[in-house]
C-alpha cells in the first residue's frame, strides 16, 4: 500500500508557479481572517501586473498589494479600511489611474464565483442594479436579459474565476481539511471558483482531529492545493477564535501609507526576511501574547 | 440626563425599529448596533439582527465593538451566518431593516460610496458601492451618517450606488414589491424623512442645541419644512441606563463624535 | 421590557392553517432526518389535493401521504424506498394516473429552491438536460436560453416555492434555533424557500445552549414560524447522532404498502392518536431502546 | 480464495479507480462502496470519495451500512458536504468518477431510471431520475448493475434520464468538455465498455464461470467482440483479506447477490 501525500510545504512552494498577471483571491472580511502571511510572501515574490479578486469586503491585503507595484486591476465592491478610514494606496492608485477598476459589487462578485463553483454558465440576478450606476460603468459585466418564465427584465452576469485562491484557517492537517474558529464566511465559495487553493493554518494538526469531529471541517481538503504552517498568519489581522487584529499596527501600517511611505513598512515588516521572521521579530514583546483571545 | 450625539442618534434609530424586523448592519456601526440592542432590550423583544462581516445573528456581546466584522460579536449570538445567507437575505426581502450610511445623500435619498466628482476623474476615490445596492431590496432604509454639511447632504450624488427615490417611473418599476425605500434619514443634527408628496427628503425633527436655519444651512439643498418642525425627543433615563450599563459597558458613543 | 414570544406548540399547532392543496416539503434524505412525527400529523389532518415537493432523494413520507388519500401533485426526483425498492404506493398511484408527477431531477429540485431563497428571477444550467428526454416531458420547468456573454445554449428553470416546510433537528430552542447533529444537509435551503417554516425536535433546549456554540447552529429560528417537541420524531427513519432507522418497522410498512394494505399500517400507528402516542405503544418493548446510537 | 460476484465486482471497480480521482457514490451502493475504499486501502491513497445523503467525505466505516444516506459513515470522515457541494462538483466537474445504476441501460450507455414502457402509459413506474443526468458531467462514469439480463440490457432506453452516447453530434456537443462519458459496466457476469468506433458497448472480459456466449444470450442487443474476449481477474488474496477485515467486516457483498 502507497502513501498518501503530504500537501505541507513552505510559503515560498505554496507560491511557486503564481506569475505576472495572475488573477488572485485572498479570503477574509475587513480586518477578520486575512491570509496575511501568504499575501506578504506574494510581496515578497515582486510579481507584476495582478489582478485582484478581493472579497465583499475587503482593505488591508489589497492596499498593501498596490504600494508593492504588483497590481494592474483590482475588482472593487469595498476597498477600505473599515475604522481606520480610505485605503490610501487604493484611493492614490484609483484617483491616478495606475491601476485598472473593475467596478462591481457584494452580489456581483459572490454571484461571480458562484457561477464558477456550482459551474453554471451565468447568474442572474433580479434587476435592482437597473436602479444604480453600476451597469454604466461596468456594461461587459452587467446584461440585461429577459426572464423566459415571466417575460420580465432582468441581469446577467459573468462567472468569476480567480487563478489562485489564498485562505487562512484556525487548524488543518496536512491533505488540507481545514476548520475555521470563527465559522464559515466564503471560504468554500471561494475555493470552489479557484483553480488553484493555497491555504495556511495556525495549527497543523492530525487528520485524526480532523475526523473526530467531520461536521465542523470547514473545506475539505480535495478542493485544497497546498498548505502551509504559518502561526499569526492573518497578523496585524484578526484570526477568529485566536487573537484580535493589533490597532497600534495598523495605525503604523496605515499613517506610512497616508503619508505615501508604505515602501517604509515592507522595508521593515516584509522584504529582506525568510517568511514572516523579520515580521515576527519586529513585534514589541507582549504584543502577540496581548491580543491572544482566551 | 447628559447624553452624547451619539447616544440619542442611537435611540432615534432604535425607535425605527419594530418588533418583527430582521435587521442587519454593516462595518463599522458602533451606533446602529447599540439601536438594535436597545430595541431589542426594551420595545422589540422578538427583534432579530446580523451583523454583516461577522454573521453573528443576536450578538449579545457587552461592548460595542469597533467593526461589525469583529469574531467577538459571536458572544452570545445564537447564529453564524455565512456570507450565503446574508446575501440571499438581502435580494429575497427577508431583512425588513438596514441601517446604511454613504459618502454622499442626496435629496432624494440616492447614496454614493463610490466617488466625489466624475467618475472617470475622481477627486475622491471612496470604497466601493459594496451592498449599497440593497437599499433598493431592503423592505424599510435608515440613512444615518456620523456628519451633517452640505458636502454629503447634495442636490444629486456623483455616482448613485445606493437607489433612493428615483423620479423616473421606467426606473422605479425595478424597485422590488416589498421595499418601501429610505424611511429616514439620522444625522448629528436632525432626523429627516421621505414623507413628501415626491419622495423629497423633508425634515422631520431638529436634535436639541440646533435650529432648522442650522440644519438647512448644512445641507446643499432645501430641505422640505411642514410647519414647526418638532424637537427630536431625548434620549429617556431607562434608555441611557440600559445603553451605558448593558450596551456600551466602554463609553464608545460617550466619545465617538464630537 | 417585553418578553420574547415562544414559537413552541403543538403539532397539531403547528400544521395549522395548511389547507387541501398546499405545496409541502419535507426534509431529509432517503430514511435520514425525515420529519415523521409532522409527516404523520399532516396524514391525521387528512387534507387533500397536496402537490409534495420532496428532497431530491426522498420515500417513505410521500409513499405514505399518497396512500392516505392526500396528495394530487408530486414533484419526482427519487421517489423510492432506496435498500427496501420502488415505492409501493407512489408507483402504483403513478401507473394509475391517480397523481400528477411534475418529473424534475436533483439539479432542478435544488437550483429551484435557491432561486426562491436567494431571490433571483430563475436559475441558469448548463444544457446537459438537453441530452436526456427530461425537458421533453417537463417542457415549462425546462426552457431553452442563449447565453449573453458566450452565445451558447444553456436552461432555464423556475424557481420553486413551496408553502409550508417541514424539518426535524436533533435539538432546538424554542425561538426555533436548531441544530442538525448530522451537520447541514439542505435544512437552510429548504427554510429559505418555504413561505412557513415548521421544524421539530428531540429535544428543546436553552438558547444559552444554542449560543454557547453559534457556529454549530444549523437553521437560525429568524427563519422558523413554529417548534414542536418530537421525541422519536423520525421513526421509523434515523434521526442522526441519536437513532438509527427501524428496519423491521420499515419492512412491515413496505410489505403491507405493496399489498396495496397501508390502510391498515396507517390505522394502527397513525390514525385515532393524539400525536404519535399510538405508534410509541405499539412499538416492541426495547426497540426503540435498540436503535439510539451511543 | 473464494468470492463472491459482489467481491469479484467490487475488486473490478476498484481497478477502475485512479490516485487522482474524487468519485461519488449515490444510495444502496455496497459494491461502490467497498470499490471506492479497497482502492483508497491499495493502488489509489490519494483518492478522494463521497457518500451522496450522508455527504461523507473519506468515511472510514469499517462496515458497509445499507444506505449511503446512514449517518453512520460519518465514523472517521473528514468533512460533512451539504448537498450544494455535492451538487456543485457534480456541475463544475470536480467529480472525476462516478458509480451509477440503472432501471435499463443500452448499447450506447444510455440509462433509465424514470419508466419501463411509455412515459405517458408506463409499465413500471421508476423512482426517478435523481441525478443521471451528471452521467454526462462526471469526468467518468462506471455503470453497474447487480443483474444481468435483456430486461435490463435493452438497444434503447425507454427513458433517457442518464446519457451515454448519443449518436447525434447536435446533442453531443451539449457534453461539457471534461466528460468522457461512461468508460465500463459491470455485471454479475461480465465487463463492458465504449472502446468502439461509434461507441457501441463492447464485452471487455466475462467473470469466472461465465461465457461470452451466456453474456450475449442475457444481453438485449449485440456487444461488440473484439478476437477473444479475456477472463476477468480474481481478486488476489491479499486484495480479499483487505475487503473482508477492513471493509466490510459484517460481510455484506459475500450474501449480496444471489
Known amino acids: 500500500m502507497a502513501n498518501r501525500k503530504s500537501k505541507l510545504c513552505s510559503l515560498k512552494e505554496a507560491l511557486d508557479g503564481i506569475g505576472d498577471g495572475a488573477k488572485i483571491m485572498a479570503a477574509g472580511a475587513h480586518f477578520n481572517n486575512i491570509p496575511m502571511a501568504l499575501v506578504r510572501e506574494l510581496v515578497r515574490k515582486r510579481v507584476r501586473g495582478l489582478e485582484l479578486i478581493p472579497t465583499p469586503s475587503a482593505g488591508l491585503w489589497v492596499d498593501m498589494l498596490i504600494a508593492a507595484g504588483s497590481v494592474s486591476t483590482v475588482h472593487v465592491s469595498y476597498i477600505g479600511m473599515e475604522f481606520l478610514g480610505l485605503a490610501p494606496n487604493f484611493r492614490r492608485a484609483a484617483e491616478s489611474k495606475s491601476i485598472a477598476i473593475d467596478e462591481r459589487d457584494e452580489p456581483t462578485i459572490f454571484h461571480g464565483l458562484r457561477a464558477t463553483g456550482a459551474g453554471l454558465p451565468f447568474v442572474v440576478l433580479p434587476p435592482i442594479h437597473k436602479m444604480t450606476d453600476l451597469p454604466s460603468v461596468n456594461p461587459k459585466v452587467y446584461k440585461e436579459i429577459q426572464d423566459p418564465f415571466t417575460g420580465e427584465t432582468a441581469i446577467a452576469i459573468p462567472p468569476l474565476s480567480p487563478d489562485v485562491a489564498l485562505i487562512h484557517f484556525a487548524k488543518c492537517d496536512e491533505y488540507g481539511n481545514a476548520v475555521s474558529a470563527g465559522g464559515r464566511h466564503m471560504e468554500d465559495i471561494i475555493a470552489k471558483a479557484s483553480k488553484r487553493v493555497i491555504i495556511s493554518a495556525e495549527q497543523i494538526v492530525t487528520t485524526d482531529e480532523i475526523s473526530a469531529t467531520p461536521t465542523q471541517t470547514t473545506l475539505p481538503g480535495v478542493m485544497v492545493d497546498a498548505v502551509v504552517h504559518a502561526p499569526y498568519g492573518c497578523y496585524p489581522g484578526t484570526c477568529p477564535g485566536l487573537y484580535a487584529y493589533d490597532r497600534t499596527h495598523l495605525e503604523e501600517y496605515y499613517e506610512l501609507a497616508r503619508k505615501n511611505r508604505t515602501q517604509a513598512y515592507l522595508d521593515k515588516y516584509v522584504y529582506g526576511s525568510d517568511g514572516d521572521a523579520a515580521l515576527l521579530a519586529a513585534i514589541p514583546e507582549g504584543r502577540l501574547e496581548s491580543l491572544r483571545i482566551v | ?258
Request: proline letters at 7%; hydrophobic letters at 40%.
Open chain 2, 1 to 258: 440626563m447628559e447624553c452624547s450625539v451619539a447616544e440619542l442618534m442611537a435611540v432615534a434609530m432604535s425607535h425605527e425599529l419594530r418588533d418583527d424586523d430582521f435587521a442587519a448592519v454593516g462595518a463599522a456601526s458602533q451606533i446602529p448596533v447599540c439601536a438594535l440592542r436597545l430595541a431589542q432590550k426594551t420595545h422589540a423583544p422578538n427583534l432579530w439582527y446580523l451583523y454583516g462581516g461577522s454573521g453573528a445573528v443576536n450578538s449579545k456581546s457587552k461592548a460595542l465593538v469597533e467593526s461589525a466584522a469583529d469574531y467577538r460579536n459571536l458572544f452570545g449570538a445564537e447564529y453564524r451566518a455565512p456570507l450565503m445567507d446574508i446575501i440571499d437575505f438581502e435580494f429575497s426581502g427577508r431583512f425588513t431593516l438596514c441601517f446604511f450610511g454613504g459618502m454622499q445623500i442626496d435629496q432624494y435619498g440616492n447614496v454614493n460610496m463610490v466617488c466625489i466628482g466624475d467618475y472617470e476623474k475622481p477627486v475622491v476615490r471612496g470604497p466601493g458601492t459594496v451592498g449599497t445596492v440593497f437599499t433598493s431590496s431592503f423592505r424599510r432604509v435608515v440613512l444615518y451618517v456620523q456628519h451633517h454639511n452640505p458636502r454629503l447632504f447634495v442636490p444629486k450624488v456623483d455616482f448613485l450606488s445606493g437607489p433612493g427615490f428615483p423620479q423616473d417611473a421606467a426606473i422605479e418599476r425595478y424597485r422590488p414589491k416589498f421595499s418601501e425605500g429610505p424611511v429616514s434619514v439620522v444625522t448629528p443634527l436632525a432626523i429627516m424623512d421621505f414623507r413628501t408628496p415626491d419622495k423629497r427628503m423633508r425634515l422631520r425633527s431638529v436634535h436639541p442645541g440646533h435650529t432648522v436655519e442650522e440644519v438647512q444651512s448644512q445641507t446643499g439643498f432645501e430641505l422640505v419644512v411642514d410647519g414647526t418642525v418638532p424637537k427630536t425627543p431625548e434620549p429617556t433615563a431607562e434608555e441611557l441606563r440600559i445603553i451605558r450599563e448593558e450596551i456600551d459597558t466602554t463609553g464608545v458613543l460617550r466619545r465617538l463624535i464630537e
